[in-house]
C-alpha cells in the first residue's frame, strides 16, 4: 500500500521561503519510471501542478512557478522536498505530495497525500 | 485560467447520466496527450478516477467511464448516486509554455 504525507510550516510570512517535506512508503523513488509530484489547491480553487522528480532525478516544473521552485529527493529517507522563495499570500494553499507510476505516456498521479494547508500572512 | 476548461458545474438526479466535458487545445489534448480524471470529495484529497483516458484503477465502479476525441475529452457518471457529489478535475499534458501537467478548473457535481 502506497502513502504519503505533507509535513511544513502552516503559516509563513511573505518573502519568506517555504519548505515542505513529502514522506512515503509503499514505493522506492528508485525504481526505474516513478516518480513524485506538487500539486498545490487555493481555498475553494482549482488545483495547480507545480513540480515532479523522477527515479533518475530528472525534475521537471511548473513553467509559471519555476524561478521559485525546487524539488530535492533522499532515497534513502523516502523523501522529497520542495522549496518555495518569496512567498506571497496569494501562496496560501493546500499543498499535496502524489505518487506518480511508471507509464509509457503522460503522468498521472495516484495515491496522494492527505494535503498540508499553508497561509501566507504577516 | 486554466489550460483545460471544464464546465464550473453539473447537476443531476439520483439514476440519471451526467457528463462532464474538459477542452483542451492541439498542444495538450490534441496532439495526442493522454487525459486523466480525479474526483475530491468535499474536505478531501483527490483521488484518481481514470487514467490513461478511458482505464480505471482497481475499485473504481465502472459507472464512471471516460473518453478522448479531438481536443477534448468527457467523464460519464451513470446510475448517478448521492455519494457522487464533489468536484472532478481533468488532467493532461501541455507541450507549449502554458505548464507541463495541467489540470483543468474543475467541476462541481451536484445529485439533486
Known amino acids: 500500500q502506497i502513502t504519503l504525507k505533507e509535513s511544513g510550516p502552516t503559516l509563513v510570512k511573505p518573502t519568506q521561503t517555504l519548505t515542505l517535506t513529502c514522506t512515503f512508503s509503499?514505493?522506492?523513488?528508485?525504481?526505474?519510471?516513478?516518480?513524485v509530484g506538487w500539486i498545490r489547491q487555493p481555498p475553494g480553487k482549482a488545483l495547480e501542478w507545480l513540480a515532479l522528480i523522477y527515479w533518475n532525478d530528472d525534475k521537471r516544473y511548473s513553467p509559471s512557478l519555476k524561478s521559485r521552485l525546487t524539488i530535492t529527493k533522499d532515497t534513502s529517507k523516502n523523501q522529497v522536498v520542495l522549496t518555495m522563495t518569496n512567498m506571497d499570500p496569494v501562496d496560501t494553499a493546500t499543498y499535496y505530495c502524489a505518487h506518480s507510476p511508471p507509464t509509457v505516456t503522460t503522468n498521472w498521479f495516484d495515491p496522494w497525500g492527505q494535503g498540508t494547508l499553508v497561509t501566507v500572512s504577516s | 485560467q486554466s489550460v483545460l476548461t471544464q464546465p464550473p458545474s453539473v447537476s443531476g438526479a439520483p439514476g440519471q447520466r451526467v457528463t462532464i466535458s474538459c477542452t483542451g487545445s492541439s498542444s495538450n489534448i490534441g496532439a495526442g496527450y493522454d487525459v486523466h480524471w480525479y474526483q475530491q470529495l468535499p474536505g478531501t484529497a483527490p483521488k484518481l478516477l481514470i487514467y490513461?483516458?478511458?482505464n480505471r484503477p482497481s475499485g473504481v465502479p465502472d459507472r464512471f467511464s471516460g473518453s478522448k476525441s479531438g481536443t477534448s475529452a468527457s467523464l460519464a457518471i451513470t446510475g448517478l448516486q448521492a455519494e457522487d457529489e464533489a468536484d472532478y478535475y481533468c488532467?493532461?499534458?501541455?507541450?507549449?509554455?502554458?505548464?507541463?501537467?495541467?489540470f483543468g478548473g474543475g467541476t462541481k457535481l451536484t445529485v439533486l
Open positions: 490513461g483516458n478511458s
Open positions: 488532467q493532461s499534458y501541455d507541450s507549449s509554455l502554458s505548464g507541463l501537467e495541467v
Open positions: 509503499g514505493f522506492s523513488l528508485s525504481t526505474s519510471g516513478v516518480g
